[in-house]
């Protein structure tokens, strides 16, 4: 079946043909070997109609993929899983600090500063090399949803509010540098453009490019518990409810598990895909 004779709905509602390189692609970055993708995709142009979403044809992959081999079923869903650590943003803010560690800054999760003019919340605060950062995370549940002009120039405004004070104040042993706006969805072109203009640091899911939420997720193995195959919806909540986001948190607290009262051949099949994906 040719690739053009299917019109695939996107995620936005547009439409585009549906193209095999695109989801070759997608499996590869997920570490699925080469026989494993010649076998999926040829069970997805099989199962293609015209106007077919992305989103079912997701599935259907990720359905294989979890049958075949779970690990790289996980990395494959970890876009959809970043929208599943919603609705509050307070677990993609945990994530964000853990990523930042990880880069080689010390931070803290929703900071009050004061500025020049009124308190504000800080999403979290990162320090490093003398600098401090003020970083504003929005998370959005809608796939489709992309943080326009608007939301830098409200970002921006806050910080100049809080740096003035910040800098002004001897007590400080840093210097506040730059405020971030990070976001788990897009941002538009005017909104790079502008932040670019005044020296906001935007962090997306795919941007910068080749740097976004996703590359530095998998470079430092920071996934959220929401990848995992071996548990159910419910158990991913409540793990959120307790405060661990991290699979890493896992490992590091075994007894979280036996408290939701998982039985312990359940509990070495969660751990064995945790251990795997962070050893990837």
């Not at 690739?3 to 043909?17: A, I, N, Q, W, Y």
């Not at 997701?58 to 970043?82: D, G, P, Q, T």
């Not at 919806?233 to 007894?255: F, G, H, S």
Request: hydrophobic share 35%.
């Amino acid at each position: 079946m040719s690739d053009k004779k299917v019109v695939v709905k996107k995620s936005s509602g547009d439409f585009e043909p549906f193209s095999t390189q695109k989801l070759k692609k997608s499996l590869q970055i997920s570490g699925v070997t080469n026989e494993e993708i010649d076998t999926i995709v040829e069970y997805i142009k099989l199962q293609l109609y015209d106007g077919i979403s992305s989103k079912e044809i997701h599935e259907k992959a990720f359905f294989l993929l979890k049958k075949s081999n779970r690990i790289c079923a996980s990395k494959y869903s970890l876009k959809r899983a970043i929208f599943d650590l919603g609705p509050t943003g307070y677990p993609f803010e945990r994530l964000i600090s853990a990523l930042l560690r990880h880069k080689g800054y010390k931070t803290k999760v929703g900071v009050i500063l004061q500025g020049e003019c009124v308190a504000h919340e800080i999403d979290v605060l990162a320090e490093k090399d003398e600098n401090t950062y003020a970083i504003e995370c929005k998370f959005h549940s809608n796939p489709n949803y992309a943080c326009n002009v608007k939301i830098p120039l409200y970002i921006n405004s806050r910080f100049i509010d809080v740096q003035k004070q910040w800098n002004k104040n001897s007590e400080k042993t840093t210097y506040l540098k730059q405020g971030w706006l990070v976001t788990n969805t897009r941002f538009t072109e005017d909104a790079i453009n502008y932040a670019k203009c005044v020296g906001l640091t935007l962090f997306s899911w795919d941007y910068p490019k080749d740097n976004g939420i996703s590359k530095n997720i998998d470079e430092f193995g920071l996934y959220p518990i929401t990848v995992l195959t071996t548990l159910t919806k419910l158990e991913k909540k409540q793990l959120i409810d307790k405060n661990i986001i991290l699979i890493k948190e896992l490992l590091e607290t075994p007894d979280t598990l036996k408290q939701l009262e998982i039985s312990p051949v359940r509990i070495e099949r969660i751990v064995t895909e945790v251990q795997k994906l962070c050893s990837m």
